[in-house]
């Protein structure tokens, strides 16, 4: 597969650097393992904006990525290191989808735009990677049931269109279950907003 690759980045010492860092992460039992190689080399075209590996991986450097696995498959690990390639001005931060309903059931419509827009007042969107998207659940706030990931990435597609902002995503939902989950309208755009990167469904659990 490495030697397809034809770039000026060394790809085989990015995978080597990138185990170290998530040795210091998360213990010694942190490896990368040979079959996930493919992944992760897309993984690191997109996130150092190598745009002629990008190019050949069919990977559009203006959209965000979904990286979509099962459960276990190192979905999360592998977004948090790839945060020490990512340049200055497409640096993400990580949050997990459950912590988001729980905030939507202390505060409300508020985190919807705190996710999307930004708060009030405040600086500009950031690109966020949204971890986990299918874990929580719909909640209620004062009797008012929300499907809240849906409303926040309808909000990022606005955001998308008009500022280019992007939006990672993990999940381990298939197209058809996150149309199911999320409606129709929020996976024709997030066809629109993303790179699909995903795990065999065959993959062994690494926990």
């Not at 030697?3 to 790809?11: F, L, P, Q, R, V």
């Not at 020490?84 to 988001?100: A, G, M, Q, S």
């Not at 809240?148 to 999940?171: C, D, G, P, W």
């Not at 298939?174 to 065999?200: C, D, K």
Request: aromatic fraction near 12%; include cysteine.
């Amino acid at each position: 597969m490495e030697s397809e690759i034809k770039s000026h980045y060394n790809y085989e010492e990015i995978i080597i650097w990138l185990e170290k860092k998530g040795v210091e992460l998360y213990g010694n039992h942190f490896k990368i393992i040979e079959n996930d190689h493919p992944i992760i080399f897309k993984l690191i075209a997109y996130f150092l904006k190598d745009e002629p590996t990008c190019f050949q991986f069919n990977i559009n450097i203006n959209k965000g990525i979904m990286l979509s696995g099962p459960v276990g498959c190192g979905k999360t690990s592998l977004l948090n290191l790839m945060k020490y390639l990512t340049p200055i001005e497409h640096k993400f931060f990580v949050k997990p989808c459950r912590d988001i309903s729980f905030e939507f059931i202390q505060d409300g419509y508020e985190i919807i735009h705190k996710y999307s827009k930004g708060k009030l007042y405040q600086s500009e969107p950031k690109i966020i990677c949204f971890d986990d998207l299918g874990t929580e659940n719909n909640l209620k706030y004062f009797g008012n049931e929300c499907n809240v990931m849906a409303e926040i990435l309808l909000s990022r597609y606005e955001l998308f269109t008009n500022k280019k902002l992007q939006t990672h995503i993990t999940t381990n939902l298939s197209a058809t279950e996150i149309e199911n989950q999320y409606g129709n309208r929020v996976r024709s755009r997030l066809r629109e907003m993303i790179n699909l990167i995903a795990y065999e469904k065959t993959i062994k659990d690494k926990r």
